[in-house]
């Protein structure tokens, strides 16, 4: 019997979407999928050093911030970890018994990236603990703790998944936990800091998250198999509609038509929501270059890098994937009465506003002196001017059509990760800093500035010629986009 | 109204329609019948200009549909639910076809009103996505929605499918509605010999992608129709 889902599942993964790219794209991943193995492996050696060097013990240490460590992982989960849903309801019908359909599935989720990604950190680290003479079997057991824990985090978010507003509870917890422990409060850290040090110290302590990890599973496998009706667990949340007009929108003929659809658009996906909160996430990146917190990103040269970063966001993650967010749809609007020109205008603005808004918001980084805002303003003319452009045109080539209400690949859809918006991605971020070397290297910063910030000028004022190729570029690659688009992956 | 002139379209080599030439004239109604993969939806993309043809043109009202865009003003279609807007409601999308087409909220309401009997009390007003209503009231939000804005060619593929026997005789009613106007041309496709009969002035049978039938509806039609595609 397990065979045969075995098969199911080795097909569903050699046919997906992401298979599909060119041998040339699979390689260029392989290497970026080494890339990051080798960072994380570099992490995991490198932590116990690292600590070491800053006069810390490093288990103990690990061991008090192992608390944030899962309760972060939590949350990565609940916004991230997709359940298993959806291929459950083929087999309803045939003859395969509900206790093995609900096993294979639960059994499947522990092979999920989310658990397999700590061990790219924890391995090593136990490694190098034992390596460094600490007892063998203290350190076995205590990683076999670490991922019996991790396993349960996989479990309680099946069993999570389908509660409303917990993400932001959580949230708020870690930022709380976080708060008091920073202003000396309230240190949650002493009070489980003991809990992993048994883990590590006491033999028999791993049976306690072996116990709570099996409590778990027969809980989940209850509450799956209860559900295995198609309308109970396998259905699929229905919203209550509400017909909104946003009828101040009106006055902008058109462009108001268009962009009334687009918040919609974001408003009811769960996939454009994520986006847009990554985008936010974007607003506080700049912290790392400005605080002065990361030494090796507190050159002046990295701060322009910055400033495009914070003030585009939201066209980095939402504008990347015009028109992918209308490849529902997309037969639908190349009939109707839209001439090409509309129809992405009104996405250029949306992108402005968004950068304009994400400017605005970014004023508190005035706290750091006029200078950073400055960059961060001038990122943003350069976004303007220039950027939103080349994202549009990078859309014409981006031909992955998007399932809204999916959230996974949040992080980037690979089969849109194509060379040429690849290639679009230099302009964005090293002409501006090339710019901005160039000024500083003339004369000062300040001219550095000057020069980025009169690129986004000239961009915007040579927009209708830039308009009219993007627009001719888009109608030769139509009827390409369509046929992409029928494909649902 | 449409010209069609040598139109052919292949797939690797593979020809999967070739029409020498057709022409439907103003106002008239026009039933596309043929089995699975005889190219009626074919036709009707490269009518619409959403695939490129091999050979020929398509003209719609002396406008060639694949070189300029003005046809879409005067031109309406539902081929099937990727022309609709899932997370948007019934209403919500009603005025959005309308304020494409130059129609305000009250000139669309009006014309939601007419339909009322259509809808059967199931689309307006009831909390729903439409991703989340069924196939069948999909397909009727869909139909009605090609008819904001008075266009002159209406394009329905496959109207009749997924809906119940109550809707399709409302349907019919609406399409003969439609037909009767002479400033409306009607093009619809289906594999429900009966039903396009009903509402055609002219058939055309697709096989394998040529045209192998073009009569106008008598009382024989059916008949005839019947016996061509009887095994």
């Known amino acids: ?489 | 109204m449409i010209q069609v002139n040598n139109l052919s379209k292949e797939y690797s080599g593979t020809t999967v329609l070739n029409i020498e030439s057709l022409e439907i004239p103003k106002g008239q109604s026009f039933g596309l019948v043929g089995n699975n993969g005889a190219g009626k939806t074919t036709f009707f993309s490269l009518l619409l200009d959403l695939i490129q043809p091999t050979t020929g043109c398509v003209l719609n009202n002396e406008i060639q549909v694949n070189t300029s865009e003005d046809w879409k003003p005067f031109t309406a279609s539902f081929l099937d639910e990727s022309f609709l807007i899932g997370y948007l409601t019934p209403e919500e999308y009603f005025y959005f076809i309308g304020d494409l087409r130059g129609q305000n909220k009250a000139d669309v309401d009006a014309l939601l009103i007419r339909y009322e009997e259509f809808f059967n009390g199931e689309i307006l007003k009831n909390k729903k996505y439409l991703r989340d209503l069924s196939k069948g009231n999909q397909k009727k939000v869909g139909i009605i929605a090609t008819l904001i804005g008075n266009p002159e060619v209406i394009i329905l593929d496959e109207p009749f499918a997924n809906l119940d026997p109550t809707t399709v005789n409302r349907l019919k009613k609406i399409i003969k509605e439609l037909a009767d106007n002479p400033s409306i041309t009607v093009l619809v496709s289906s594999h429900d010999l009966q039903h396009t009969v009903e509402v055609c002035d002219r058939i055309v049978a697709l096989n394998k992608g040529e045209l192998v039938k073009d009569m106008p509806t008598t009382k024989e039609t059916l008949q005839e129709l019947e016996l061509f595609f009887a095994v």
Not at chain 1, 387 to 416: E, Q, R
């Open chain 1, 1 to 489: 019997m397990f065979t045969k889902f075995i098969y199911l599942e080795w097909k569903s993964f050699t046919r997906s979407a992401s298979f599909a790219t060119n041998v040339a794209l699979k390689i260029l991943m392989g290497f970026l999928v080494l890339y990051f193995t080798l960072v994380f492996l570099a992490l995991g050696v490198g932590t116990f050093y690292i600590l070491k060097e800053m006069k810390l013990e490093p288990l103990v240490t690990v061991n008090k911030f192992l608390v944030y460590y899962f309760l972060m992982d939590l949350i990565v989960r609940l916004l991230l970890q997709a359940i298993p849903v959806m291929n459950i309801r083929p087999l309803l019908t045939l003859p395969f018994k509900k206790p093995t359909i609900v096993h294979f599935s639960l059994g499947k989720t522990i092979l999920s990236f989310f658990n397999l990604v700590h061990g790219f950190f924890f391995l090593p680290f136990c490694a190098v603990l034992i390596y460094e003479g600490y007892d063998v079997i203290s350190v076995l057991l205590w990683g076999t703790a670490l991922f019996l824990l991790i396993f349960c985090n996989n479990f309680l978010n099946i069993l999570l998944n389908n509660k409303d507003n917990l993400l932001g509870v959580f949230i708020t917890i870690v930022v709380i936990l976080g708060g008091c422990q920073y202003y000396k409060i309230f240190d949650i850290t002493n009070c489980v800091y003991p809990f992993f040090e048994a883990l590590f110290n006491t033999r028999w302590a791993f049976m306690i998250p072996l116990l709570v990890l099996i409590g778990l599973y027969y809980w989940t496998y209850n509450y799956l198999k209860g559900d295995l009706y198609l309308d109970a667990g396998l259905s699929v949340k229905k919203d209550i509609a509400k017909t909104e007009n946003l009828t101040w929108l009106n006055q902008f003929g058109t462009l108001g038509t268009f962009l009334k659809n687009d918040i919609k658009l974001i408003k009811r996906n769960k996939r454009s929501k994520t986006t847009v909160g990554m985008s936010v996430m974007f607003l506080f990146y700049g912290l790392l270059f400005f605080s002065g917190g990361v030494e090796a990103y507190d050159k002046p040269i990295m701060h322009i890098f910055a400033g495009i970063f914070v003030s585009g966001g939201f066209l980095f993650t939402f504008g990347q994937f015009v028109p992918s967010w209308d490849s529902s749809y997309y037969q639908l609007m190349m009939t109707q009465n839209i001439p090409y020109r509309g129809y992405l205008n009104s996405k250029w603005w949306l992108i402005v506003i968004g950068t304009f808004i994400s400017t605005i918001l970014a004023s508190f980084y005035l706290y750091f002196g006029w200078q950073v805002y400055l960059t961060i303003v001038a990122g943003a003319v350069y976004n303007i001017g220039v950027n939103s452009h080349l994202v549009l045109l990078g859309g014409a080539f981006t031909k992955t059509p998007i399932d809204l209400s999916m959230t996974k690949g949040a992080f980037g859809d690979k089969k849109s990760f194509n060379v040429n918006t690849m290639l679009l991605t230099l302009p964005k971020l090293l002409l501006p800093v090339f710019l901005y070397w160039l000024g500083s290297y003339i004369m000062d910063p300040k001219l550095g500035l000057a020069f980025v910030a009169l690129a986004g000028v000239l961009g915007f004022m040579f927009r209708n010629t830039v308009f009219s190729i993007i627009e001719k570029i888009y109608k030769k690659e139509k009827y390409k986009t369509i046929e992409a688009y029928k494909q649902k992956s």
